[in-house]
């Protein structure tokens, strides 16, 4: 079964901005789905309106198989939603806030208790417990709505780009939390701006762009359809003009003053390359794949449309 | 969802709600006792000692209906404007909004946490009064039935505002413009039988009359209007805000784009 159905989705807000113009999306149940686009794309937008919190304008949305115009409230119980923005009461303590959120789901409070120590325990949030949410640093609020989403066992966990602001080791915390949760069976749906992020976590990926999904896929699927390959080289001089005409076939630019980045098409071969730097007489001291390659195809495609 | 699964929905509005009103106690109780209580200081005792009885009874216990009523009518409106604008103004309406709860326990659990409000300061406003005017209760169920529809009523009205505002300034509009003149015109201070003809027809426009008068009935068996029609007037106009309200918060007015 799909965990997520979305047929034609179209949003214009009252400002007469058009933020969805028609987007089709199936997630299947258990898939740990991607969702990347630039600032502005969408991807809050489409978030909202699957989890109740913006009106969509026309098309379809089912949620665990329930339509959210006939079934709203069977649908939002399978979800969590971690939101982009921070959305807590602040003088309300950590605690309270998880234990809250399941009430609004008609978990009892005591097993809330339960769940809520789960939770804040594997988030790392279980000494705050008692401060106030005011007092919560960013990645630490960012943590509390993770857990505050889960409280309730949700099958689907959205999340809307929840590594904004979270620092490196933290990130990758995350990271292992996602992808454990995924492993029990819970579907999982990001949205990032972090690429890297998107090619370690999901399997499937969409790509948002003005509104508009311009490419869908596996990660596999997607990271074939990109055509060249950046790769960097640390030269031993200083970079010339001349060393860039000599690589002026694979579209060679400068990075800094000795490092130079050429993009090779698949159908080329490396060797190639060493050819131009052979023919040029200039002395590679080390090699590399330049920028990841998701963001390059994130580039591309995004550059097309 | 299963009506146990609502109770614990309109259960946790609730009590979040009643938690943060006693959190906040010197803004929520305190203020309505020092007014009340320099109200009944000046206008029963030292202003009132010079009027001659009203409807029969003395000043002083003429005025304390009205003064109950009005703090509970202001406060359950402030609380149920203030409690879900903040809600609005922090994002945390969206906590309830992702989750299950349908729309009419939303409604219901935020008014009733004005009711409480609005309760709770009547009953201290009442316990104040009885420093000043030993006035016992003649028709409980007039009382009762007054105090808590009027309740109600403020306490939806409140919602609707806080569902409009889009900043603080609009959640005190309305208390300053509107409920405040209505309810000094609504009788609390003098029978409506003193007034020119045009000024006493004029006043029976204002709802506030009916309800003042009604729980006045019920206090000291005295009102400027007939009880029953008042009270089936406060029923009317109290279903049609509920209806009203949850139709808003259905919709998702003020609350999704
Ligand atoms: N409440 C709103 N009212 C009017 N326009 C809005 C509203 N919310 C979003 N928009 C507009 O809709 C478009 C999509 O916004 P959205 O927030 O969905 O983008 P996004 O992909 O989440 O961006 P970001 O990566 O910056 O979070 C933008 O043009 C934005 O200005
Ligand atoms: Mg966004």
Not at chain 1, 260 to 270: A, D, G, H, Q, T
Request: glycine share 8%; net charge positive; proline share 4%.
């Amino acid at each position: 079964m799909n965990a997520i159905s979305i047929k034609n989705l179209k949003k214009t807000y009252a400002t007469g901005v058009h933020a969805l113009k028609g987007v089709s999306l199936e997630i299947p149940s258990g898939d740990f789905f991607g969702l990347l686009g630039p600032n502005g794309a969408g991807k809050t937008t489409l978030i909202g309106i699957i989890s109740g919190l913006v009106n969509k304008t026309s098309g379809n949305v089912s949620v665990a198989g329930f339509d959210i115009d006939k079934n709203p409230e069977n649908g939002r119980m399978t979800i969590g939603v971690v939101p982009q923005e921070f959305n807590l009461s602040i003088f309300e303590k950590v605690f309270d806030i998880v234990v809250d959120q399941a009430g609004y789901y008609g978990v009892p409070r005591k097993k809330a208790f339960v769940s809520a120590e789960k939770y804040l325990r594997a988030l790392g949030l279980w000494e705050k417990r008692d401060q106030k949410a005011i007092a919560l640093s960013g990645g630490m609020k960012r943590r509390l709505m993770i857990a505050r989403a889960l409280i309730h066992e949700p099958q689907i966990l959205i999340l809307d780009e929840p590594t904004a602001g979270v620092d490196v080791e933290l990130r990758r915390g995350m990271w292992d939390f996602l992808t454990k949760l995924n492993s029990e069976g819970v579907t999982i749906i990001l949205t990032t701006h972090y690429l890297e992020e998107a090619e370690r976590l999901a399997k499937q990926l969409a790509i948002i762009d003005h509104g508009e999904i311009i490419e869908k896929g596996s990660v596999k699927e997607l990271v074939k359809k990109l055509d060249i390959q950046p790769f960097a080289f640390d030269l031993e001089k200083r970079i010339t003009a001349e060393t860039l005409s000599h690589l002026r076939e694979f579209d060679a630019r400068a990075l800094d003053e000795d490092t130079i980045e050429v993009r090779l098409p698949k159908n080329r071969s490396v060797n190639d390359v060493f050819h131009a730097f052979d023919r040029g007489e200039i002395r590679v001291k080390n090699m590399r794949t330049s920028a990841n390659r998701l963001e390059e195809l994130f580039l591309n495609l995004t550059k097309k449309s | 969802m299963s009506a146990e699964k609502l109770w614990i929905c309109f259960y946790t509005i609730v009590r979040k709600e009643i938690i943060r009103i006693f959190r906040v106690w010197t803004q929520t109780f305190v203020p309505p006792v020092i007014t009340t209580t320099l109200y009944f200081l000046i206008f029963g005792n030292l202003i009132g000692s010079q009027i001659e009885a009203m409807n029969g009874v003395s000043y002083v216990e003429f005025i304390v209906p009205g003064l109950i009523l009005m703090s509970v009518l202001t406060n359950s409106f402030q609380s149920s404007a203030i409690a879900f604008f903040m809600a609005k103004f922090q994002k945390s309406i969206e906590e309830i909004l992702v989750s299950p709860t349908p729309p009419w326990i939303i409604v219901a659990g935020y008014v009733t946490g004005g009711v409480v409000r609005g309760v709770i300061t009547g009953v201290l406003v009442y316990l104040v009064s009885l420093v000043f005017a030993p006035v016992s209760l003649s028709h409980i169920g007039s009382v009762i039935s007054f105090f808590l529809l009027t309740s109600i009523f403020f306490a939806t009205l409140g919602l609707i505002n806080g569902v409009y505002a889009k900043n603080f300034d609009q959640i005190s509009i309305i208390p300053t413009f509107v409920l405040t003149p209505l309810t000094y015109l609504g009788g609390v201070f003098y029978s409506i039988s003193l007034l020119p003809p045009l000024w006493e027809g004029l006043s029976k426009l204002n709802p506030i009359l009916y309800m003042v008068n009604g729980f006045r009935y019920g206090l000291l068996g005295t009102s400027d209007v007939p009880i029953g029609g008042s009270a089936l007037f406060l029923f009317i106009i109290t279903a049609c805000a509920l209806w009203l309200v949850f139709r808003l918060v259905k919709k998702g007015t003020g609350l999704r784009a």
